[in-house]
C-alpha cells in the first residue's frame, strides 16, 4: 500500500532549512499571503519541534526516501486550537516545488489521518486551504473531506480567502 512507503518523522530543530525553503519563499507562501521573514524561523522550528515530542501536535516532515531521513519534501501538522465557535482540530500541509505531483503530499495527509482514527484522537478534522490553491483543495476532495463553504481566515497575521472542509477519520477517510 502506497500510504506504508510514505515516512513521516517529527520535525526536529535541526529542520530550519527545510522550514526556511517552504514558509520563506515567494512560490510557496503565494497563497498563504507571501513569504513570511527568516528571522524567527530557528525559533518556530525549536517550538514546533518541542511541541510534536510532546504528542501535543502532530508536526511531521515528510521523508520521500527511507535511506534519506535527512532528505524531505515538506510538512503535514494536525493541531487543536480554538476557532469563534470552539475548540477545533486542524490539518495542514506543504510540500516543496521539486517533490510536487507525486502523490507525496495526499499520501501524507492520508498516512496522519489513518493514525488519527487507530489513536482514535483529534475527532472531526478540518482544512482551510486557499480558493485558490488547486493541489491542496484536490487533495481533500479526494481523501475524503466535505466541503462545507468559503471563509476567511488568519495565517500568520494576513486574512486568506479559503475553503473549509471537515472530515472524520473514523468514518470519512476514503479508501
Known sequence: MEEEQ??????T????????????DPVMMADLGGPLPSDGMADKVRRDAEQAAGDREWIRMIVPDA???GVVAGSVALWSHD???GPISEIGWMVLP???????????????????????RWGVV??????????SNGICRSVGFRLL?????DFA??????????IDPARDLAA
Open 6 to 11: 510514505t515516512q513521516l518523522r517529527n520535525v
Open 13 to 24: 530543530p535541526d529542520d530550519v532549512e527545510a522550514y526556511v525553503r517552504m514558509r520563506c
Open 67 to 69: 535511506g534519506e531521513p
Open 83 to 85: 476557532s469563534d465557535e
Open 98 to 120: 521539486e517533490f510536487q505531483g507525486r502523490g507525496l503530499g495526499k499520501r501524507a495527509v492520508r498516512v496522519l489521518l489513518g493514525q488519527a482514527r487507530e489513536q482514535d
Open 126 to 135: 478540518h482544512a482551510f486551504p486557499a480558493t485558490g490553491n488547486a493541489a
Open 149 to 153: 463553504s468559503q471563509v476567511e481566515v
Open 157 to 166: 497575521g494576513r486574512v486568506i480567502h479559503s475553503n473549509h472542509w471537515t
